[in-house]
């Protein structure tokens, strides 16, 4: 039997998508026999359900409703309202969250409960994330996006107008990135507060500040609400980022700062070395992805050495996906080393600045950004 989809909302999702996904669902537990209806309602409705059935009288994102009787496996229902604001928080398509809450509901439908215990918990999560990983379709290419600070150096160096890193980006999007990165160092040597904002109303394709957890920084965010904050450590004497956040050291601010940010409804990404501390620490501040730093990858003496870092940031790239975070990754990167970094699916997005910048120097900034494109899209 197939899956049957009752739509009672107007939040635009693909009907089609949904019901071959609900089928897939069925038929990869063996259940093809077995009817499910999926209810896409509203806020409204949902909240109706949760206060009739569980004394809950406010609205929540998926509920499911097990049916012992013959030839029924049950019944799922998930607001689309919920699906539509949590997709906008976490970054992805209101389609595909409304397939991880379908998910999740058919997962409690086959009797698994996250409610009943830590154990049930993680074994909900186990089932969850294994039909998920079966189930979505890979990402084939990762998304490329061009940090401009260097730009912003060469400006510095006469204190003056130009170069201006706000025509940069500009430039840098109609070549076809898919974001732009700017970091706004608490010294201000490159990026200034002017640019930012500018770069804010400007930016088509997506904005990420790259900032300190600092008071100032959390301000300066919340205020212009770039599409995503990277949170990196800052030192002033530093040439450039040197090494990773230290999560685990300082858990709880990062974990504060995470919030803060979350409350004012920007996706945060923690900058961290490869290493599997690091991102379990980073996972539990509640960060929705991280970004993997490739600098020791990127600068390593000879070849041994490269293939060790290589190998280190596969291992730690599946880790991060495997426990539910994004993964990007960046420093150091350029034309020779980040094709091999490319072809790893987990790696849904590059950072990549000095080389580019370097590149249209003498290329122009067209043609640098192309050939990094075709680097990493392949
Ligand atoms: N990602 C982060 C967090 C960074 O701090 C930097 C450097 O500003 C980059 C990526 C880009 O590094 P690069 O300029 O070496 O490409």
Redesign the pocket.
Known sequence: MPAFIILESVVPVSLLKIRRYADRLLSCEGLSDKDMTVLLTGNGRIMEINKKWFGRPWPTNVISFPMKEHGQLGDVVISLDKAMEEAQAGLTSTDNRVLELLTHGFVHLLGYDHELGSKEEQLMFEKEFDLRKKLFRRRTMADLCI?V??VATIRQARGGVEPDPVVAAGLVELAGADGI?V?LREDRRHIQDRDVRLLREMVQTRLTL?MAATEEMLGIAADIRPDIV?L?PEKRQEL??EGGLDVKGLEKAITDAVKRLHDAGIPVSI?IDPEKEQIEAAKRTGTECI?I?T?RY?DAAGEKAREMEFDLIVDMARFATDIGLRV?A?????YQNTGRLAALSEIVEF???????SRAVFAGIERAVKDMLTLVKG
């Not at 960046?330 to 350029?334: A, D, K, Q, S």
């Not at 950072?351 to 910048?357: E, M, Q, W």
């Open positions: 940090n600070d260097h990165v970091h790259e990277t990196v450039t980022t900058f970004e730093h600098g990127a990007h960046g420093h150091g990167l350029n950072s990549i600045g000095h080389s580019v910048i």
